[in-house]
Nanobody, 123 residues
Framework: VQLQASGGGLVQAGGSLRLSCAAS????????MGWFRQAPGKERDFVAN????????YYVDSVKGRFTISRDNAKNMVYLQMNSLKPEDTAVYYC?????????????????WGQGTQVTVSS
């Protein structure tokens, strides 16, 4: 079972990036999915999650209105569209699959993790 995050990079403040998370080895059709991020010297924090059908999403306040999480269950993919990026969004971003269909904001609620993709926003 593997989650592969990609799409990170260096972008100027105000710019956009789209992160992708590809799942392989099993389907996560019935699992809620989430994105977390870890800035240098800080703990890994919740960013966004999406229900197993994709009908319900939840975001940390700092990204509301700028980030959009989505999923394509037919392709076993999860996405994070990030617009109006700020320097404080700089972090390694991780995708994760929840233990079940219930979405959560805590790391312990997720038992599959991708390797992370670096997002750097310059001012």
């Amino acid at each position: 079972v593997q989650l592969q995050a990609s799409g990170g990079g260096l972008v100027q403040a105000g710019g956009s990036l789209r992160l992708s998370c590809a799942a392989s080895g099993r389907t996560f059709l019935n699992n809620a999915m989430g994105w977390f991020r870890q800035a240098p010297g800080k703990e890994r924090d919740f960013v966004a999650n999406i229900s197993w059908r994709g009908g319900t999403t939840y975001y940390v306040d700092s990204v509301k209105g700028r980030f959009t999480i989505s999923r394509d269950n037919a392709k076993n993919m999860v996405y994070l569209q990030m617009n109006s990026l700020k320097p404080e969004d700089t972090a390694v971003y991780y995708c994760a699959a929840a233990r079940g269909s219930v979405s959560g904001t805590y790391q312990y609620q997720y038992n599959y993790w991708g390797q992370g993709t670096q997002v750097t926003v310059s001012s």
